[in-house]
């Protein structure tokens, strides 16, 4: 299957933060291609072994999340319509929106309504949640013998391809870094690594990173990579320095530690791999914040995949830079020997 390709198949399904068991089952089909051992485990995140076959090797683990941004049903009014909160939304990207409604009976579409534009004192105004309710085009009577109070909703835009190497998607956070992920196990296929890879398609980022922490207190590796995205510049967004096309980004900051910083780099320079720096000072908002925590402690390092329109249903990524972020993990992964005095 191609790089696009996979992507689009896991963006295709709904997995929205707490309910990520749909794509949890992609997602260890996708990796039993590449390690071994793979699993779900209890908490629901997806997890392979691949073993360098040296006694004693240290283990690096490699993690992207594989939950989505999404919304979960809080009340059914007389209309039918259904109230809603939502998890990690732009708010501004809800009015006219459609949506997927995750029922037991299946998936149901559903519209973000709102009052019009022309009936406010302010059209200019943003819509508080509160305000916004879905039309699933049900009577009150009909909705409630369908749909229950806690059932998930996610946005139901399907993946396309843009001029440009680009493509467009809801849940390209994080699954195209899973891919990513992927691409590097494609490319050390059949070569001697000096360490063992734990591969993580983790869940419950988007909550708080507690699947990665799972793994990684359950697991104890001794080094992560967390692999997330990052903003990249748009036309409202001149502060934003990173672009689409430039390849992956590394970061030195709290969650980055230098010592890794400095082989990432030095394996990008290595291999002629593009890619951009930024500072990250404080917390990252990745999984590597948690891994970090785990058990003794893990060194950790981020890196990231340019992304535009973060948390929206029309995230767009390019995707020359998937393929060189996962030349990059894979080639510090070969590198690599966990001989790093943290």
Same mark, same amino acid.
């Given at each position: ?92 990207? =809800?009015?006219?929106? !459609? &949506? ?6 299946? @998936?149901?579409?559903? +519209?973000?309504?709102? *009052? ?65 992920? =992927?691409?590097?196990? !494609? &490319? ?6 000096? @360490?063992?890879?734990? +591969?993580?398609?983790? *869940? ?86 948690? *891994? ?51």
């Amino acid at each position: 299957m191609e790089l696009v390709d996979k992507i689009k198949r896991l963006t295709s399904e709904f997995g929205v933060s707490g309910d990520e068991k749909r794509v949890s089952a992609i997602a260890a089909e996708l990796l039993r291609e590449y390690t071994d051992e793979v699993q779900i485990d209890e908490f629901g995140n997806v997890t392979g072994f691949l073993s360098c076959g040296v006694e004693g090797a240290p283990t690096l683990m490699l993690d992207a999340h594989i939950d989505q941004i999404g919304f979960i049903v809080t009340g059914i009014t007389d209309g039918g319509f259904l109230r809603f909160m939502a998890i990690g939304v732009d708010q501004r990207m =809800l009015p006219g929106s !459609e &949506l997927a409604v995750l029922t037991r009976e299946g @998936v149901i579409r559903g +519209v973000v309504g709102t *009052i019009p534009a022309i009936m406010q004192d302010d059209p200019t105004a943003s819509i508080p949640i509160g305000d916004m309710t879905v039309d699933i085009g049900m009577t009150a009577e009909e909705a409630r013998r369908v749909v229950r109070v806690g059932d998930y909703m996610a946005f139901y835009n399907p993946p396309f391809e843009l001029l440009g190497n680009k493509l467009c998607s809801k849940a390209l956070d994080d699954r195209a870094c899973f891919v990513c992920i =992927l691409h590097a196990l !494609e &490319l050390l296929r059949n070569k001697q690594l000096k @360490v063992n890879l734990l +591969v993580c398609a983790s *869940i419950k980022e988007e909550l708080g990173g507690h699947g990665s922490l799972y793994v990684a207190y359950r697991h104890k590796p001794e080094f992560a990579i967390a692999i997330d995205v990052s903003h990249a510049k748009t036309q409202d967004a001149p502060e934003v320095v990173c672009e689409l096309g430039k390849g992956p980004i590394i970061d030195i900051g709290y969650n980055s530690r230098p010592e890794l910083f400095a082989l990432v780099k030095k394996a990008a320079d290595d291999n002629n791999i593009p890619y951009q720096v930024t500072p990250c000072p404080a917390g990252s908002g990745t999984n590597a914040w948690s *891994i970090q925590l785990a058990g003794k402690g893990v060194g950790t390092f981020v890196m990231s995949l340019p992304l535009k329109y973060m948390h929206s249903p029309v995230e767009v990524l390019h995707t020359e830079d998937v393929r060189n972020t996962g030349a990059l993990i894979a080639a510090f992964a070969q590198a690599f020997d966990g001989r790093v005095q943290l």
